[in-house]
Protein backbone atom coordinates (compact mmCIF):
# COMPACT_ATOMS: atom_id res chain seq x y z
CA UNK A 1 0.00 0.00 0.00
CA UNK A 2 1.78 3.40 -1.16
CA UNK A 3 0.31 6.55 -0.35
CA UNK A 4 0.98 9.97 -2.77
CA UNK A 5 -0.87 12.78 -3.28
CA UNK A 6 -2.74 11.83 -6.35
CA UNK A 7 -4.02 8.58 -4.24
CA UNK A 8 -5.82 10.57 -1.93
CA UNK A 9 -7.32 12.79 -4.43
CA UNK A 10 -8.69 9.69 -6.53
CA UNK A 11 -9.68 7.77 -3.56
CA UNK A 12 -11.65 10.90 -2.03
CA UNK A 13 -13.12 11.11 -5.69
CA UNK A 14 -14.28 7.32 -5.77
CA UNK A 15 -15.18 7.10 -1.41
CA UNK A 16 -12.36 5.90 -0.29
CA UNK A 17 -13.07 1.93 -1.25
CA UNK A 18 -10.01 0.95 -2.88
CA UNK A 19 -7.77 1.58 0.11
CA UNK A 20 -6.50 -1.98 0.84
CA UNK A 21 -5.06 -3.40 4.42
CA UNK A 22 -1.37 -2.40 5.23
CA UNK A 23 -0.53 -6.31 5.98
CA UNK A 24 -1.59 -9.61 5.30
CA UNK A 25 -3.63 -12.24 7.16
CA UNK A 26 -2.12 -15.09 6.59
CA UNK A 27 -2.96 -18.50 8.32
CA UNK A 28 0.04 -19.98 10.52
CA UNK A 29 2.71 -21.83 9.11
CA UNK A 30 3.86 -24.87 11.36
CA UNK A 31 6.57 -23.58 12.22
CA UNK A 32 9.25 -20.63 11.93
CA UNK A 33 12.63 -19.76 12.35
CA UNK A 34 11.75 -17.08 15.24
CA UNK A 35 8.47 -16.46 16.89
CA UNK A 36 7.60 -12.91 18.53
CA UNK A 37 4.48 -13.18 21.04
CA UNK A 38 3.00 -9.62 21.29
CA UNK A 39 1.87 -7.51 18.43
CA UNK A 40 2.06 -4.04 19.64
CA UNK A 41 5.23 -1.64 19.21
CA UNK A 42 8.07 -3.53 20.77
CA UNK A 43 7.04 -7.06 19.12
CA UNK A 44 6.38 -5.68 15.48
CA UNK A 45 9.71 -3.80 15.82
CA UNK A 46 11.70 -6.55 17.05
CA UNK A 47 10.03 -8.39 13.95
CA UNK A 48 10.55 -5.64 11.68
CA UNK A 49 14.66 -5.33 12.59
CA UNK A 50 14.75 -9.15 12.76
CA UNK A 51 13.95 -9.32 8.98
CA UNK A 52 15.85 -6.10 7.82
CA UNK A 53 19.44 -5.84 9.70
CA UNK A 54 19.70 -9.79 10.45
CA UNK A 55 17.97 -11.05 7.05
CA UNK A 56 15.71 -13.20 9.67
CA UNK A 57 12.47 -13.24 7.59
CA UNK A 58 11.12 -16.80 8.17
CA UNK A 59 9.59 -14.90 11.69
CA UNK A 60 5.87 -14.78 12.54
CA UNK A 61 4.29 -11.77 15.11
CA UNK A 62 1.93 -13.64 17.50
CA UNK A 63 -0.88 -10.91 18.58
CA UNK A 64 -3.84 -12.36 20.68
CA UNK A 65 -6.02 -9.15 19.95
CA UNK A 66 -5.56 -6.61 16.87
CA UNK A 67 -2.60 -4.65 15.90
CA UNK A 68 -2.20 -1.72 17.98
CA UNK A 69 -4.85 -2.68 20.71
CA UNK A 70 -2.58 -2.81 23.52
CA UNK A 71 -0.50 -0.41 25.60
CA UNK A 72 1.46 0.95 21.68
CA UNK A 73 -2.51 2.22 21.42
CA UNK A 74 -2.63 3.81 25.26
CA UNK A 75 -0.31 5.51 26.19
CA UNK A 76 0.86 10.08 26.04
CA UNK A 77 3.32 9.43 22.92
CA UNK A 78 6.02 11.12 24.33
CA UNK A 79 9.42 10.79 22.93
CA UNK A 80 12.88 11.47 24.79
CA UNK A 81 16.21 10.75 25.83
CA UNK A 82 16.66 12.38 29.37
CA UNK A 83 17.72 9.14 31.22
CA UNK A 84 20.73 9.89 33.78
CA UNK A 85 22.06 6.38 34.82
CA UNK A 86 24.33 4.13 32.79
CA UNK A 87 22.48 1.33 30.97
CA UNK A 88 19.38 3.42 30.18
CA UNK A 89 21.25 6.69 29.32
CA UNK A 90 22.33 4.76 26.04
CA UNK A 91 19.47 2.80 25.54
CA UNK A 92 17.25 6.02 25.15
CA UNK A 93 19.96 7.69 23.25
CA UNK A 94 19.99 4.85 20.61
CA UNK A 95 16.48 5.04 20.78
CA UNK A 96 15.94 8.44 20.33
CA UNK A 97 18.34 8.49 17.13
CA UNK A 98 16.24 5.97 15.70
CA UNK A 99 12.99 7.27 16.65
CA UNK A 100 14.72 10.42 14.17
CA UNK A 101 15.19 7.85 10.94
CA UNK A 102 11.96 6.40 11.33
CA UNK A 103 9.79 7.86 9.00
CA UNK A 104 12.49 7.66 6.18
CA UNK A 105 13.57 3.89 7.55
CA UNK A 106 9.59 2.86 7.47
CA UNK A 107 8.69 4.97 4.48
CA UNK A 108 5.62 6.05 6.59
CA UNK A 109 4.34 8.99 8.18
CA UNK A 110 4.77 8.40 12.25
CA UNK A 111 4.00 11.90 12.82
CA UNK A 112 7.20 12.37 14.85
CA UNK A 113 7.38 16.09 16.14
CA UNK A 114 10.50 16.93 18.09
CA UNK A 115 8.68 19.95 19.77
CA UNK A 116 10.87 19.39 22.87
CA UNK A 117 10.60 17.88 26.65
CA UNK A 118 10.45 20.86 29.48
CA UNK A 119 11.11 19.44 32.90
CA UNK A 120 10.50 21.87 35.51
CA UNK A 121 11.93 22.14 38.72
CA UNK A 122 11.11 24.07 42.01
CA UNK A 123 13.52 24.01 44.48
CA UNK A 124 17.47 24.59 44.15
CA UNK A 125 18.62 21.12 44.95
CA UNK A 126 16.06 20.25 42.24
CA UNK A 127 17.44 22.48 40.11
CA UNK A 128 21.17 21.14 40.87
CA UNK A 129 19.70 17.47 40.19
CA UNK A 130 18.68 18.80 36.62
CA UNK A 131 22.34 20.35 36.06
CA UNK A 132 23.82 17.20 36.44
CA UNK A 133 21.16 15.13 34.52
CA UNK A 134 21.76 17.98 31.74
CA UNK A 135 25.79 17.27 31.95
CA UNK A 136 24.93 13.32 31.79
CA UNK A 137 22.82 13.84 28.96
CA UNK A 138 25.13 16.00 26.90
CA UNK A 139 28.15 13.57 27.56
CA UNK A 140 26.15 10.27 26.46
CA UNK A 141 25.96 12.81 23.22
CA UNK A 142 21.99 13.96 23.42
CA UNK A 143 21.02 17.69 23.89
CA UNK A 144 20.46 19.31 27.01
CA UNK A 145 19.85 23.29 28.46
CA UNK A 146 19.72 24.25 31.73
CA UNK A 147 16.93 27.13 31.48
CA UNK A 148 16.95 29.82 34.49
CA UNK A 149 13.59 31.04 35.47
CA UNK A 150 13.26 34.24 33.06
CA UNK A 151 14.02 31.63 30.44
CA UNK A 152 10.87 29.20 31.37
CA UNK A 153 8.73 32.41 31.39
CA UNK A 154 9.73 33.67 27.60
CA UNK A 155 9.46 29.94 26.71
CA UNK A 156 6.25 29.29 28.38
CA UNK A 157 4.60 32.09 29.90
CA UNK A 158 1.30 30.55 30.52
CA UNK A 159 2.96 28.11 33.13
CA UNK A 160 2.02 29.68 36.77
CA UNK A 161 4.87 31.81 37.99
CA UNK A 162 2.78 32.76 40.73
CA UNK A 163 2.32 29.66 42.65
CA UNK A 164 4.31 30.45 45.92
CA UNK A 165 4.14 26.43 47.21
CA UNK A 166 5.68 25.07 44.12
CA UNK A 167 7.40 28.61 42.65
CA UNK A 168 9.06 27.59 39.07
CA UNK A 169 12.88 27.91 39.28
CA UNK A 170 14.28 26.86 36.22
CA UNK A 171 14.22 24.21 33.58
CA UNK A 172 15.93 21.32 32.12
CA UNK A 173 14.65 22.00 28.30
CA UNK A 174 15.54 18.72 25.80
CA UNK A 175 14.56 20.10 22.24
CA UNK A 176 15.17 16.76 20.54
CA UNK A 177 12.40 14.94 22.48
CA UNK A 178 8.71 15.22 21.06
CA UNK A 179 5.67 13.10 20.54
CA UNK A 180 4.65 10.81 17.55
CA UNK A 181 1.58 9.15 16.59
CA UNK A 182 1.31 6.01 18.73
CA UNK A 183 -1.03 4.11 16.21
CA UNK A 184 1.31 4.91 13.08
CA UNK A 185 4.54 3.92 14.49
CA UNK A 186 2.45 0.08 15.38
CA UNK A 187 0.92 0.56 11.82
CA UNK A 188 4.54 1.32 10.01
CA UNK A 189 6.64 -1.43 11.85
CA UNK A 190 3.39 -4.05 11.07
CA UNK A 191 3.78 -2.68 7.13
CA UNK A 192 7.33 -2.49 7.35
CA UNK A 193 7.81 -6.30 8.74
CA UNK A 194 4.76 -7.70 6.70
CA UNK A 195 6.66 -6.16 3.41
CA UNK A 196 9.98 -8.36 4.31
CA UNK A 197 7.92 -11.72 4.98
CA UNK A 198 7.39 -11.60 8.16
CA UNK A 199 3.70 -13.37 9.50
CA UNK A 200 1.80 -11.06 11.28
CA UNK A 201 -1.20 -13.79 12.93
CA UNK A 202 -3.56 -11.47 14.79
CA UNK A 203 -6.19 -13.57 17.43
CA UNK A 204 -4.28 -15.82 17.75
CA UNK A 205 -3.11 -16.38 21.84
CA UNK A 206 -0.01 -17.81 23.20
CA UNK A 207 -1.09 -20.60 25.78
CA UNK A 208 1.90 -22.65 26.78
CA UNK A 209 4.94 -23.19 25.39
CA UNK A 210 6.80 -26.93 24.29
CA UNK A 211 10.17 -26.98 26.09
CA UNK A 212 11.93 -30.00 25.79
CA UNK A 213 15.73 -30.55 27.59
CA UNK A 214 15.66 -26.81 28.05
CA UNK A 215 15.26 -25.61 24.91
CA UNK A 216 12.19 -23.85 23.44
CA UNK A 217 10.63 -26.03 20.70
CA UNK A 218 7.14 -23.95 19.87
CA UNK A 219 4.29 -21.99 21.46
CA UNK A 220 0.86 -23.38 22.01
CA UNK A 221 -1.66 -21.51 21.14
CA UNK A 222 -5.33 -20.57 20.58
CA UNK A 223 -4.89 -21.90 16.70
CA UNK A 224 -2.70 -25.07 17.48
CA UNK A 225 0.92 -25.91 18.27
CA UNK A 226 3.40 -23.48 16.08
CA UNK A 227 7.20 -24.77 15.86
CA UNK A 228 9.68 -22.23 16.65
CA UNK A 229 13.45 -22.07 16.53
CA UNK A 230 13.25 -19.00 18.95
CA UNK A 231 10.99 -16.98 20.62
CA UNK A 232 10.96 -13.40 21.99
CA UNK A 233 8.16 -12.72 24.66
CA UNK A 234 7.18 -8.95 24.20
CA UNK A 235 3.91 -8.56 26.17
CA UNK A 236 3.42 -5.61 27.73
CA UNK A 237 0.64 -5.60 30.53
CA UNK A 238 0.88 -9.79 31.06
CA UNK A 239 4.68 -10.76 31.14
CA UNK A 240 4.23 -12.60 34.35
CA UNK A 241 1.34 -14.35 33.10
CA UNK A 242 3.28 -15.47 29.98
CA UNK A 243 6.29 -16.18 31.74
CA UNK A 244 4.87 -18.12 34.14
CA UNK A 245 3.71 -20.42 31.48
CA UNK A 246 7.59 -20.80 30.73
CA UNK A 247 8.35 -21.79 34.41
CA UNK A 248 10.14 -17.90 35.00
CA UNK A 249 9.14 -16.27 38.34
CA UNK A 250 9.63 -12.45 37.35
CA UNK A 251 10.90 -9.47 39.81
CA UNK A 252 7.89 -8.10 37.93
CA UNK A 253 4.25 -5.97 39.61
CA UNK A 254 1.50 -4.47 37.13
CA UNK A 255 -0.23 -1.51 38.05
CA UNK A 256 -2.56 0.90 36.30
CA UNK A 257 -1.90 4.18 34.99
CA UNK A 258 -4.16 6.70 33.71
CA UNK A 259 -4.13 8.98 31.21
CA UNK A 260 -6.60 11.91 29.79
CA UNK A 261 -7.16 13.88 26.73
CA UNK A 262 -9.58 16.85 26.62
CA UNK A 263 -11.77 18.25 23.69
CA UNK A 264 -9.37 20.10 20.49
CA UNK A 265 -8.42 23.72 21.39
CA UNK A 266 -6.05 25.65 19.04
CA UNK A 267 -2.62 25.34 19.69
CA UNK A 268 -1.48 26.46 22.85
CA UNK A 269 1.10 23.85 24.39
CA UNK A 270 4.31 24.40 22.70
CA UNK A 271 5.97 20.94 23.77
CA UNK A 272 5.63 18.39 26.74
CA UNK A 273 5.85 20.39 29.89
CA UNK A 274 6.17 18.22 32.79
CA UNK A 275 5.64 19.82 36.83
CA UNK A 276 8.69 18.84 39.02
CA UNK A 277 6.15 18.75 42.11
CA UNK A 278 4.07 15.78 41.84
CA UNK A 279 4.14 13.95 38.83
CA UNK A 280 2.29 15.43 35.76
CA UNK A 281 2.76 15.74 32.05
CA UNK A 282 1.36 17.48 29.31
CA UNK A 283 1.34 17.83 25.81
CA UNK A 284 -1.07 18.95 23.03
CA UNK A 285 -2.24 16.56 20.37
CA UNK A 286 -1.68 17.49 16.49
CA UNK A 287 -5.80 16.95 16.86
CA UNK A 288 -6.00 19.87 19.19
CA UNK A 289 -6.43 17.38 22.67
CA UNK A 290 -4.52 18.39 25.60
CA UNK A 291 -2.97 14.87 26.61
CA UNK A 292 -1.92 14.52 30.29
CA UNK A 293 -1.18 12.45 32.87
CA UNK A 294 0.37 11.46 36.23
CA UNK A 295 0.89 8.73 38.60
CA UNK A 296 0.12 5.19 38.83
CA UNK A 297 -2.78 4.34 41.13
CA UNK A 298 -0.09 2.71 42.89
CA UNK A 299 -1.72 -0.48 44.21
CA UNK A 300 -1.55 -3.73 41.68
CA UNK A 301 -4.32 -3.84 38.57
CA UNK A 302 -4.40 -5.85 35.84
CA UNK A 303 -8.30 -3.53 35.06
CA UNK A 304 -6.95 -1.24 32.46
CA UNK A 305 -9.04 1.46 34.21
CA UNK A 306 -8.38 3.29 37.77
CA UNK A 307 -9.82 5.20 40.56
CA UNK A 308 -10.84 8.99 41.39
CA UNK A 309 -8.08 9.55 44.21
CA UNK A 310 -5.46 9.50 41.35
CA UNK A 311 -7.61 11.41 38.69
CA UNK A 312 -8.21 14.11 41.15
CA UNK A 313 -4.60 13.76 42.14
CA UNK A 314 -3.50 14.59 38.66
CA UNK A 315 -6.10 17.42 37.96
CA UNK A 316 -4.95 19.39 41.21
CA UNK A 317 -1.39 19.05 39.47
CA UNK A 318 -2.15 20.04 36.45
CA UNK A 319 -4.15 23.13 37.54
CA UNK A 320 -1.33 23.89 39.98
CA UNK A 321 1.10 23.91 36.97
CA UNK A 322 -1.15 25.68 33.97
CA UNK A 323 -4.57 27.25 35.81
CA UNK A 324 -5.72 27.89 32.23
CA UNK A 325 -6.62 24.31 31.31
CA UNK A 326 -8.95 24.40 33.96
CA UNK A 327 -11.01 25.58 31.22
CA UNK A 328 -11.15 22.79 28.86
CA UNK A 329 -13.54 19.62 28.97
CA UNK A 330 -12.13 16.65 29.70
CA UNK A 331 -13.55 14.25 26.84
CA UNK A 332 -11.77 10.63 27.97
CA UNK A 333 -9.55 9.39 30.14
CA UNK A 334 -8.08 5.77 30.31
CA UNK A 335 -5.78 3.14 31.85
CA UNK A 336 -3.07 1.02 30.54
CA UNK A 337 -1.28 -1.60 32.48
CA UNK A 338 2.46 -1.74 33.52
CA UNK A 339 4.64 -3.78 34.04
CA UNK A 340 6.51 -2.55 36.48
CA UNK A 341 9.82 -4.01 37.69
CA UNK A 342 11.65 -3.67 41.16
CA UNK A 343 14.11 -0.94 40.05
CA UNK A 344 11.77 0.71 37.28
CA UNK A 345 14.03 -0.13 33.96
CA UNK A 346 13.44 -2.81 31.42
CA UNK A 347 14.52 -6.18 30.85
CA UNK A 348 15.90 -7.70 27.79
CA UNK A 349 17.35 -10.79 28.07
CA UNK A 350 17.89 -14.60 27.96
CA UNK A 351 16.01 -16.58 30.12
CA UNK A 352 16.98 -19.61 32.03
CA UNK A 353 15.05 -21.61 28.87
CA UNK A 354 17.54 -21.80 25.81
CA UNK A 355 15.95 -20.20 22.82
CA UNK A 356 13.13 -18.00 24.78
CA UNK A 357 14.21 -14.56 24.79
CA UNK A 358 12.53 -11.62 27.25
CA UNK A 359 11.74 -8.09 26.65
CA UNK A 360 9.46 -6.81 29.32
CA UNK A 361 9.01 -4.82 32.54
CA UNK A 362 9.00 -1.43 30.82
CA UNK A 363 7.31 0.24 33.35
CA UNK A 364 5.39 3.59 31.96
CA UNK A 365 8.14 3.83 29.54
CA UNK A 366 7.85 1.75 26.79
CA UNK A 367 6.16 3.74 24.43
CA UNK A 368 9.69 6.36 23.70
CA UNK A 369 11.63 3.01 23.67
CA UNK A 370 9.86 1.59 20.77
CA UNK A 371 12.49 1.42 18.00
CA UNK A 372 15.43 0.75 20.36
CA UNK A 373 13.76 -1.55 22.09
CA UNK A 374 13.21 -3.60 18.95
CA UNK A 375 16.46 -3.17 17.65
CA UNK A 376 18.36 -4.23 20.35
CA UNK A 377 15.62 -7.59 20.95
CA UNK A 378 16.06 -8.59 17.22
CA UNK A 379 20.38 -8.31 17.58
CA UNK A 380 19.97 -10.47 20.86
CA UNK A 381 17.57 -12.65 19.51
CA UNK A 382 19.28 -13.28 15.71
CA UNK A 383 23.38 -13.13 17.60
CA UNK A 384 22.58 -14.26 20.87
CA UNK A 385 24.80 -11.65 22.55
CA UNK A 386 23.43 -8.17 23.80
CA UNK A 387 23.35 -4.64 21.70
CA UNK A 388 26.20 -2.55 23.20
CA UNK A 389 23.24 -0.04 23.76
CA UNK A 390 21.87 -2.70 25.90
CA UNK A 391 24.21 -4.80 28.22
CA UNK A 392 22.57 -3.52 31.46
CA UNK A 393 18.95 -4.75 31.19
CA UNK A 394 19.80 -8.29 32.89
CA UNK A 395 17.10 -10.25 34.21
CA UNK A 396 19.51 -11.88 36.96
CA UNK A 397 20.72 -8.14 38.07
CA UNK A 398 18.36 -7.89 40.93
CA UNK A 399 19.77 -11.26 42.45
CA UNK A 400 23.42 -9.53 41.35
CA UNK A 401 22.65 -6.23 42.79
CA UNK A 402 23.22 -4.09 39.46
CA UNK A 403 20.30 -2.85 39.60
CA UNK A 404 19.36 0.40 37.46
CA UNK A 405 17.35 2.28 39.90
CA UNK A 406 16.72 5.84 38.25
CA UNK A 407 14.16 7.07 41.09
CA UNK A 408 15.95 5.60 43.67
CA UNK A 409 12.91 4.19 45.10
CA UNK A 410 13.98 0.83 46.07
CA UNK A 411 12.12 -2.69 45.57
CA UNK A 412 8.80 -0.21 45.40
CA UNK A 413 7.86 -0.48 42.22
CA UNK A 414 4.78 2.00 42.90
CA UNK A 415 7.17 4.88 43.49
CA UNK A 416 9.41 4.41 40.09
CA UNK B 1 -12.45 2.19 46.00
CA UNK B 2 -13.15 1.71 49.58
CA UNK B 3 -11.15 -0.56 52.49
CA UNK B 4 -13.41 -1.89 55.57
CA UNK B 5 -10.65 -1.42 58.15
CA UNK B 6 -11.45 -3.94 61.01
CA UNK B 7 -11.23 -1.07 63.96
CA UNK B 8 -12.22 1.52 61.51
CA UNK B 9 -15.07 0.58 59.32
CA UNK B 10 -15.28 1.21 55.40
CA UNK B 11 -12.42 4.07 54.82
CA UNK B 12 -12.43 5.82 51.20
CA UNK B 13 -8.90 4.33 49.96
CA UNK B 14 -7.13 7.70 50.07
CA UNK B 15 -6.34 7.20 54.03
CA UNK B 16 -4.25 4.19 53.05
CA UNK B 17 -0.95 3.65 51.58
CA UNK B 18 0.06 0.53 49.56
CA UNK B 19 3.14 -1.47 50.53
CA UNK B 20 2.92 -4.50 48.05
CA UNK B 21 2.48 -8.25 47.88
CA UNK B 22 1.48 -9.86 51.39
CA UNK B 23 4.62 -12.04 51.33
CA UNK B 24 6.44 -9.55 52.97
CA UNK B 25 5.46 -10.19 56.19
CA UNK B 26 7.13 -14.24 55.80
CA UNK B 27 10.30 -13.02 56.10
CA UNK B 28 13.18 -15.68 55.21
CA UNK B 29 15.12 -16.90 57.77
CA UNK B 30 18.41 -17.53 55.25
CA UNK B 31 20.09 -15.57 53.08
CA UNK B 32 19.41 -17.09 50.01
CA UNK B 33 15.68 -16.40 50.37
CA UNK B 34 16.33 -12.68 50.51
CA UNK B 35 16.69 -12.11 46.35
CA UNK B 36 12.90 -13.88 46.30
CA UNK B 37 12.20 -11.95 49.32
CA UNK B 38 13.17 -8.83 47.82
CA UNK B 39 12.29 -9.13 44.06
CA UNK B 40 10.18 -11.71 43.08
CA UNK B 41 6.63 -11.27 42.75
CA UNK B 42 3.73 -13.99 41.91
CA UNK B 43 2.19 -10.70 40.64
CA UNK B 44 -1.51 -12.51 39.81
CA UNK B 45 -4.08 -11.30 37.78
CA UNK B 46 -7.06 -12.27 40.50
CA UNK B 47 -7.42 -12.67 43.67
CA UNK B 48 -3.82 -10.88 45.02
CA UNK B 49 -3.24 -11.07 48.75
CA UNK B 50 -1.48 -7.19 49.60
CA UNK B 51 -0.65 -4.80 52.49
CA UNK B 52 -1.91 -1.23 53.39
CA UNK B 53 -1.42 0.79 55.56
CA UNK B 54 -3.92 3.13 57.31
CA UNK B 55 -2.12 5.70 57.63
CA UNK B 56 -4.39 8.63 58.13
CA UNK B 57 -6.89 6.33 60.46
CA UNK B 58 -5.74 3.54 62.90
CA UNK B 59 -2.51 2.95 61.58
CA UNK B 60 -2.90 -0.36 61.63
CA UNK B 61 -1.09 -2.76 59.28
CA UNK B 62 -3.93 -4.72 56.71
CA UNK B 63 -3.66 -7.79 55.47
CA UNK B 64 -6.36 -7.33 52.33
CA UNK B 65 -7.52 -9.81 49.33
CA UNK B 66 -8.29 -8.05 46.24
CA UNK B 67 -9.27 -9.10 42.72
CA UNK B 68 -6.44 -7.50 40.70
CA UNK B 69 -8.90 -7.68 37.50
CA UNK B 70 -12.14 -6.38 39.46
CA UNK B 71 -11.07 -3.90 42.52
CA UNK B 72 -13.25 -5.77 44.25
CA UNK B 73 -12.15 -6.41 48.27
CA UNK B 74 -12.84 -9.74 49.06
CA UNK B 75 -11.35 -10.02 52.57
CA UNK B 76 -9.16 -7.16 54.94
CA UNK B 77 -7.89 -8.23 58.05
CA UNK B 78 -5.41 -6.98 60.31
CA UNK B 79 -2.27 -7.98 59.50
CA UNK B 80 -0.72 -9.13 62.51
CA UNK B 81 -4.00 -11.37 62.84
CA UNK B 82 -4.15 -12.85 59.53
CA UNK B 83 0.00 -13.87 60.35
CA UNK B 84 -0.51 -15.96 63.24
Not at chain 1, 177 to 203: F, K, L, S
Not at chain 1, 221 to 233: E, H, L, N, S, W
Not at chain 1, 315 to 328: D, F, T
Not at chain 1, 353 to 360: A, M, Q
Request: aromatic share 8%; hydrophobic share 35%.
Amino acid sequence: MQFSAWEIIKQGLTGNKGWKPHWRDPEPKSAYDVIIIGGGGHGLATAFYLAKEHGITNVAVLEKGYIGGGNVGRNTTIVRANYGLPGNSEFYSHSLKLWEGMEQELNYNTMMSQRHVLNLCHSDGQRDAFTRRANTMLIQGDDAEVLSRRQVRDYAPFLNFDNERFPIRGGLLHRRGGTARHDAVAWGYARGADMRGVDIIQNCEVTGFRIEQGRIKGVETTRGFIGAGKVGMAVAGRTTQVGQMAGLRLPIESHVLQAFVTEGLKPIIPGVVTFGMGHFYLSQSDKGGLVFGGDLDFYNSYAARGNLPAVEHVMQAGMSMVPMIGKARVLRSWGGIMDMTMDGSPIIDRTPVEGLFLNGGWCYGGFKAVPGSGHVFAHLIATGNHHKASTKHLLNRFETGHVIDEETTGAQPNLH
Amino acid sequence: MRLTCPLCGPRDVREFSYRGDAVLTDRPTTPEGFHDYVHIRENPAGPHDELWHHGAGCGGWLKVRRDTVTHEVLSVALAREARS
